[in-house]
């Protein structure tokens, strides 16, 4: 079992910066490709951004690049999503999640399924 928390959600206004970490805890954290996600209210879970278990390669999606980064901290445990120049469309509860390092990471990270952990979950509020 792997256990994940995550932190550092909060109410921001557009334009502002906030740095998420999830913490891992049970299993060996370096045994795991990470990535965020995002869920809006009524909408599906979306892919944000991963990182192989190495941090050798990551991977965001088109509409975050350039202001959302994914890293890790192996020896802390830790992955983080810096989010900078948020806009209100970033409004969700972002999810970070674990799934066994795989040299197919970067044909299944975009799909939440085929994850094995996930976190709960902590809300970032982006108002205009």
């Known amino acids: 079992q792997v256990q994940l928390v995550e932190s550092g959600g909060g109410l921001v206004q557009a334009g502002d910066s906030l740095r998420l970490s999830c913490l891992a805890s049970?299993?060996?954290?370096?045994?795991?490709?990470m990535g965020w996600f995002r869920q809006a209210p009524w909408k599906e879970r979306d892919f944000v951004a991963a990182?192989?278990?190495?941090?050798?390669?990551?991977y965001s999606t088109e509409s975050v690049k350039g202001r959302l980064t994914i890293s890790r901290d192996n020896a802390k445990n830790t992955v983080f999503l810096q989010m900078n120049n948020l806009k209100p469309e970033d409004t969700a509860v972002y999810y970070c999640?674990?799934?066994?390092?795989?040299?197919?990471?970067?044909?299944?990270?975009?799909?939440?399924?085929?994850?094995?952990?996930w976190g709960q979950g902590t809300q970032v509020t982006v108002s205009s």
């Open positions: 999640a674990a799934q066994r390092a795989s040299p197919l990471f970067v044909a299944t990270m975009e799909i939440p399924d085929n994850y094995d952990y």
């Open positions: 990182i192989t278990w190495s941090a050798d390669k990551s």
């Open positions: 049970g299993r060996t954290f370096s045994n795991y490709d």
